[in-house]
């Protein structure tokens, strides 16, 4: 079994800054992918930002500036730091990743993690 654990949401005010973590544990081979979206109330869930294995990176145009992603591959997790943060970042944020497994003959496939909130409120 693999299991995303994610953390660091909470209550922030307009212009605050959180850091959200997402650690991979279990038995695999590798993650080749790992990466944040969020849903907000009434909307789709839609994609924050990515980060390959090989360290490329990719942010939706409006976060850029103000999110940052990063991975430490040793300890297989991902962070989102988030600055400057809006009342529309209001969202639950979702950590995912690509991960291949030694017992699944098909390939990687994609798991999620249980979504941490973020409220951003004056």
């Known amino acids: 079994q693999v299991q995303l654990v994610e953390s660091g949401g909470g209550l922030v005010q307009p212009g605050g800054s959180l850091r959200l973590s997402c650690a991979a544990s279990?038995?695999?081979?590798?993650?080749?992918?790992m990466g944040w979206y969020r849903q907000a109330p009434g909307k789709q869930r839609e994609l924050v930002a990515d980060?390959?294995?090989?360290?490329?990176?990719n942010s939706v145009n409006s976060e850029k500036g103000r999110f940052t992603i990063s991975r430490d591959s040793a300890k297989n997790t991902v962070y989102l730091q988030m600055n400057s943060l809006k009342a529309e970042d209001t969202a639950v944020y979702f950590c995912?990743?690509?991960?291949?497994?030694?017992?699944?003959?098909?390939?990687?496939?994609?798991?999620w993690g249980q979504g941490t909130q973020v409220t951003v409120f004056s």
């Open positions: 279990g038995s695999f081979v590798s993650i080749n992918f």
């Open positions: 995912s990743a690509l991960i291949t497994l030694a017992t699944e003959p098909r390939g990687p496939f994609y798991t």
């Open positions: 980060i390959f294995s090989g360290g490329s990176t």
